[in-house]
């Protein structure tokens, strides 16, 4: 079973940086596809990014777009999501999803049923 642990949320003022981290356990690392998605209150939830297992295909969301950047370091069992020119919209609790695959399975996972494996959850607060 893979257990995912996010770190980093926080609350920033619009036009900030922050960078998110999450650890993975429990699984091989290097098996699994990564990704972020996030929901704000009231709101299903909403795919943010993703990076497909050899690291060869990255994924972004459109609101997100230009803004974000996803990065791992698999000797870490790591993964980054950098986010700069924060927006008070981007409110919302952000996940660590994981899903294992085939190398060169380099598909767009962007439904959250899609991902088997999430975190807790980690909040974003971005004021105005």
């Known amino acids: 079973q893979v257990t995912l642990v996010e770190s980093g949320g926080g609350l920033v003022q619009a036009g900030d940086s922050l960078t998110l981290a999450c650890i993975a356990s429990?699984?091989?690392?290097?098996?699994?596809?990564m990704g972020w998605f996030r929901q704000a209150p009231g709101k299903e939830k909403e795919f943010v990014v993703s990076?497909?297992?050899?690291?060869?295909?990255?994924y972004y969301g459109d609101s997100v777009k230009g803004r974000i950047t996803i990065s791992k370091d698999s000797a870490k069992k790591m993964v980054y999501l950098q986010m700069n020119s924060l927006k008070p919209e981007d409110t919302a609790v952000y996940y660590c999803?994981?899903?294992?695959?085939?190398?060169?399975?380099?598909?767009?996972?962007?439904?959250?049923?899609?991902?088997?494996?999430w975190g807790q959850g980690t909040q974003v607060t971005v004021s105005a």
């Open positions: 990076m497909s297992r050899s690291g060869g295909s990255t």
């Open positions: 429990g699984g091989q690392f290097s098996r699994l596809a």
């Open positions: 999803v994981a899903k294992s695959t085939i190398l060169s399975d380099n598909r767009h996972f962007s439904s959250a049923s899609d991902w088997p494996h």
